[in-house]
């Protein structure tokens, strides 16, 4: 846990938060360098780079930077029995490796989307890119579950204590726990007994 002076914070959020942050810097930095790109080939700020695989660039970090943000977030809220320490390293190589691939494609004009291409790097490019963010889905999907598993016992124990458990479910159970039983009238006789 780290102490953030109002609350702590588990160490895992704080590193999932730390690198949504820095993710989305880069794409910034990419916003940045896709402008330079964009301009006239006549400018004396053109950077003569093929503006397609930069944007690229900046829009995978800043998806990757927003779900991070959102996971750490998560794990903040929720609150953690044990640290996801794999899901979490996961996360940090899975971004790494896809982050890393697009920025050598955008610096070479290659978007890291073909299959096939005539250069002989564009296959790994490929492989790296999708692979590493193959491994941040699957992180942020782990991380999400376990989120949702801590929160789904507190949801149960929420019911629990607002139903009864005596009472059938379904629309009978519902109206038996809205109206009283109804009253029992004595008969004549019965009362002189």
Do not use: N
């Given at each position: 846990?780290?102490?953030?002076?109002?609350?702590?914070?588990?160490?895992?959020?704080?590193?999932?938060i730390?690198?949504?942050?820095?993710?989305?810097?880069?794409?910034?930095a990419?916003s940045?360098?896709?402008?330079?790109?964009?301009?006239?080939p006549?400018?004396?700020?053109?950077?003569?780079?093929?503006?397609?695989?930069?944007?690229?660039?900046?829009?995978?970090?800043?998806?990757?930077?927003l779900?991070?943000?959102?996971?750490?977030?998560?794990?903040?809220?929720?609150?953690?029995?044990?640290?996801?320490?794999?899901?979490?390293?996961l996360?940090?190589?899975?971004?790494?490796?896809?982050?890393?691939a697009?920025?050598?494609g955008?610096a070479?004009?290659?978007?890291g989307?073909?299959?096939?291409?005539?250069r002989?790097?564009?296959l790994?490019?490929?492989?790296?890119?999708?692979?590493?963010?193959?491994?941040a889905?699957?992180?942020?999907?782990?991380?999400?579950?376990?989120?949702?598993?801590r929160?789904?016992?507190?949801?149960?124990?929420?019911?629990?204590t607002?139903?009864?458990?005596?009472s059938?479910?379904?629309r009978?159970?519902?109206?038996?726990?809205?109206?009283?039983?109804?009253s029992?009238?004595?008969?004549?006789?019965?009362?002189?007994?």
């Amino acid at each position: 846990m780290i102490y953030t002076g109002a609350m702590q914070l588990p160490k895992s959020a704080v590193d999932v938060i730390r690198l949504g942050v820095v993710t989305l810097m880069a794409a910034a930095a990419a916003s940045v360098w896709e402008l330079f790109a964009l301009q006239a080939p006549g400018s004396p700020v053109h950077i003569g780079m093929l503006p397609g695989p930069i944007a690229a660039l900046r829009e995978l970090c800043t998806v990757l930077g927003l779900l991070q943000l959102g996971a750490g977030s998560l794990l903040a809220w929720t609150g953690l029995e044990r640290e996801p320490r794999v899901a979490v390293a996961l996360l940090h190589i899975g971004t790494l490796l896809a982050v890393v691939a697009q920025l050598y494609g955008a610096a070479l004009g290659m978007s890291g989307i073909q299959l096939l291409d005539l250069r002989p790097d564009a296959l790994p490019l490929f492989i790296v890119r999708q692979g590493g963010l193959g491994l941040a889905v699957l992180a942020l999907l782990a991380l999400g579950r376990g989120a949702l598993q801590r929160l789904a016992p507190h949801a149960g124990a929420r019911a629990a204590t607002t139903r009864p458990s005596a009472s059938p479910p379904g629309r009978a159970g519902m109206a038996a726990e809205r109206d009283p039983p109804p009253s029992r009238q004595l008969d004549p006789e019965e009362r002189g007994h």
